[in-house]
C-alpha cells in the first residue's frame, strides 16, 4: 500500500538546522511531485511548496524562499525539507504530500 | 495570490442532521478544488477532489458541489467519527488553503 513515512520530532535552539526527511513506499517515487505543508500549532495548513521528483527542482512559496531547502535521494525514494537559522516561528508540524496521500507528519520544536 | 475563505469556521451539529460547510475563492479557480478532513493529531485525509469526485474509500455522505468561486462540502447525515477541521484547498494557481471549520457534534 502506498505511505508516506516521515521521521521522528526534532527539538532544536533558535539558529540552529534541520532535515527532516519523507520515505514514500508503495509506488513509484517518480511519478508524483511531493509537497510540503506547514502546520502551526493550533493553526491551519500552508503549502510551503513542491519539488519535482522526476528532475529535482524545487518550487517555494513566497513565504518559504528563504531557509528552506527541498531536495531528493531518489534511488531511496526519499524527499528531505531542512530548514537553516531555525528561529521561534518555525515551530510547527511539517507534512509532506503528494496530495492524495499524506505523511503523518514532523514535530519541530525551537526554543532556547 | 489566491484567497479562500471557509465557513463558518466553527459548526455544531447533531447526529444525523445534514451538514454544508462553504469555501470561496477570491477569483475563478474553475473546478480545482480539493477537501481535506483533518482530526485532532493526525495528517489530513482527502475526501474530495475537482470540487466534485469523492476519493475512493470515502463515506458516500460526503458529497461537494460548486465550480468558479463557490464551493460546498455537504455531509448528508453527520456521524460522531465526522468529528474533525475540514480544509478547502486550492490548485488552480499555486495551492492555497482555506483557513477551516471545526466541526463538532451537539
Known amino acids: 500500500q502506498i505511505q508516506l513515512v516521515q521521521s521522528g520530532p526534532e527539538l532544536k535552539k533558535p539558529g540552529e538546522s534541520v532535515k527532516i526527511s519523507c520515505k514514500a513506499s508503495?509506488?513509484?517515487?517518480?511519478?508524483?511531485?511531493m509537497n510540503w505543508v506547514k502546520q502551526a500549532p493550533g493553526n491551519g495548513l500552508k503549502w510551503m511548496g513542491w519539488?519535482?521528483?522526476?528532475?529535482?527542482?524545487?518550487t517555494y512559496a513566497d513565504d518559504f524562499k528563504q531557509r528552506f531547502v527541498f531536495s531528493l535521494e531518489t534511488s531511496a525514494s526519499t524527499a528531505y525539507l531542512q530548514i537553516n537559522n531555525l528561529n521561534i516561528e518555525d515551530t510547527a508540524t511539517y507534512f509532506c504530500t503528494r496530495g492524495d496521500y499524506w505523511g503523518q507528519g514532523v514535530m519541530v520544536t525551537v526554543s532556547s | 495570490d489566491i484567497q479562500m475563505t471557509q465557513s463558518p469556521s466553527f459548526l455544531s451539529a447533531s447526529v444525523g442532521d445534514r451538514v454544508t460547510l462553504s469555501c470561496k475563492a477570491s477569483?475563478?479557480?474553475?473546478?480545482?478544488l480539493a477537501w481535506y478532513q483533518q482530526k485532532l493529531g493526525e495528517a489530513p485525509k482527502l475526501l474530495i477532489y475537482n470540487a466534485n469526485s469523492l476519493q475512493t474509500g470515502i463515506p458516500s455522505r460526503f458529497s461537494g458541489s460548486g465550480s468558479g468561486t463557490d464551493f460546498t462540502l455537504t455531509i448528508s447525515s453527520l456521524q460522531p467519527e465526522d468529528v474533525a477541521t475540514y480544509f478547502c484547498?486550492?490548485?488552480?494557481?499555486?495551492?492555497?488553503f482555506g483557513s477551516g471549520t471545526k466541526l463538532e457534534i451537539k
Open positions: 477569483q475563478n479557480i474553475n473546478k480545482y
Open positions: 484547498l486550492q490548485h488552480n494557481s499555486w495551492f492555497t
Open positions: 508503495g509506488y513509484t517515487f517518480t511519478d508524483y511531485a
Open positions: 519539488i519535482n521528483t522526476q528532475t529535482g527542482k524545487p
